[in-house]
């Protein structure tokens, strides 16, 4: 079993066991017999087919595999045969149906067209759309006959789409415009793992993408050397000498920033190397060693020192960057207050509204106050009497609160009393039960006193 039907056997929920013989049956006629199974088996091909491109294990002919492209081929059909089932029969419909859907395109047709994709009028090729869709309909060929597709290559839209997505994400938080300047080598340097995959993007990828991103996107502009994405306040994007400029820098800069590491591991190992050397007693050997090691040390020196004035040269032109956008934002600003100023009229015409505006003011005073007066006199508010029913209603308010606040106080009197007549109370019952004890004891000691007189007569 070859890796990639492994893959999709193992990772697509559609192709289990009960379902193969359905998959690699020739479908085409359920498109008229059975139109919900043949989408299902288009879907689930399709589906397949776009995940097992992002993951590099679609059959190719060079060294490298397309993420982003399908090879559709005999190789792709010998790699998902079975024993039991042999070779898929519709595959060929599958890549047509996604063709004619705008989910996969022939690659030349997507590297030379002008037009976005997105666009109702895009077509691949007035007489592959037309000789598909006839094969499809059955007018052409048939069910009966080979599921025949010109051998090709084909741009999976959902995989770019995605690609596209995550780059997007990464460059969005870079506002300064030389941050989103790149040689085409940084580009695809940076961006190779942007789909995760255990492969890195292919060439093929990358051109593919900056056309998507280009022409379809409109979120960078870019040639052989430089890739230049759309800042925040950009409508228009182009490459200027500027651009290729600062991308050759970050180029230079990023080459010895890659040569110091270098340097610096060589001296590490010829240190090394050199240590080892006198340990073993090899004079000859651990000169050799140092002599290299000085060399290095010596071409690390001049690289950090080249390294460092670039840096800086890359430095001043991000604040020339920034002073630029800073220009242009004041000068935007400047042509708007001129604009609302214009519209304003300037001083003199505000401070002529003000005095209009006070002049109808006084005008609707007066008409006001002239209508009043040729009124009916029984219509005409007397000042004096609101004051006085105010003071009327003033004092009823006041008596309220008064009568309210005396009631509170006779309240609250009363309940002292029934405290004061209760703690009276209880002294007095207890006053009387001390004179009753009082009693009690005089008795007690009375008696006390005549037995003690009787027992002296006795004697």
């Given at each position: 079993m070859s890796e990639l039907l492994n893959f999709i056997l193992n990772h697509e929920d559609q192709f289990r066991r009960a379902r193969l013989p359905s998959l690699y049956s020739d479908f085409r006629h359920q498109r008229t017999t059975n139109p919900d199974g043949y989408a299902v088996n288009i879907s689930a091909w399709r589906t397949a087919l776009g995940h097992a491109a992002r993951e590099g294990l679609i059959p190719t002919q060079g060294p490298r595999h397309d993420l982003l492209v399908l090879r559709f081929s005999e190789e792709l059909r010998h790699a998902l045969e079975t024993k039991e089932w042999g070779q898929p029969l519709a595959l060929g419909a599958v890549i047509s149906e996604a063709v004619v859907k705008k989910e996969?395109?022939?690659?030349?047709?997507?590297?030379?067209?002008?037009?976005?994709?997105?666009n109702k009028s895009w077509i691949i090729t007035p007489w592959q759309a037309i000789s598909w869709s006839l094969r499809q309909l059955g007018i052409v060929g048939g069910a009966s006959q080979a599921d025949n597709l010109s051998l090709g290559r084909f741009v999976v839209l959902a995989n770019v789409e995605e690609a596209a997505n995550v780059i997007k994400r990464q460059v969005s938080g870079r506002t300064n415009m030389v941050d989103r300047i790149f040689s085409r080598d940084m580009f695809m340097k940076e961006f190779s793992g942007v789909l995760g995959s255990k492969q890195d993007l292919s060439d093929t990828d990358f051109t593919v993408l900056l056309t998507f991103l280009a022409r379809d996107k409109r979120e960078i502009a870019f040639d052989d050397r430089t890739v230049k994405f759309k800042g925040p306040s950009d409508s228009i994007i182009s490459i200027t000498t500027e651009d290729t400029?600062?991308?050759?820098?970050?180029?230079?800069?990023?080459?010895?920033?890659?040569q110091i590491s270098s340097l610096t591991s060589r001296i590490d190992a010829l240190s090394a190397a050199a240590r080892n050397a006198v340990n073993e007693k090899n004079r000859i050997s651990a000169l050799a060693s140092l002599r290299s090691k000085k060399l290095a040390e010596t071409t690390l020196i001049r690289r950090s020192e080249m390294l460092a004035q670039l840096e800086r040269v890359y430095t001043n032109i991000g604040q020339a960057a920034d002073q630029v956008e800073?220009?242009?934002?004041?000068?935007?600003s400047t042509v708007v207050l001129k604009g609302l100023h214009a519209e304003v009229g300037g001083a003199e015409r505000v401070e002529q509204v003000v005095e209009e505006l006070r002049e109808e003011m006084s005008n609707v005073d007066e008409v006001g106050k002239i209508i009043a007066e040729a009124g009916d006199p029984s219509l005409v508010v007397d000042d004096g009497e609101v004051d006085d029913e105010l003071e009327v209603m003033e004092r009823e308010e006041r008596e309220k609160k008064d009568e309210a606040e005396a009631q509170e106080t006779a309240r609250r009197l009363a309940a002292l009393d029934n405290e004061n007549a209760r703690v009276i109370a209880e002294r007095e019952?207890?006053?009387?039960?001390?004179a009753g004890s009082e009693k009690g004891i005089e008795e007690s000691i009375a008696a006390l006193e005549g037995m003690s007189l009787e027992e002296t007569q006795t004697i």
């Open positions: 996969m395109f022939p690659l030349r047709d997507f590297l030379v067209s002008t037009e976005s994709i997105y400029t600062i991308a050759s820098l970050k180029s230079v800069i990023a080459d010895l920033s890659q800073i220009v242009r934002v004041m000068e935007a019952k207890k006053r009387q039960e001390n």
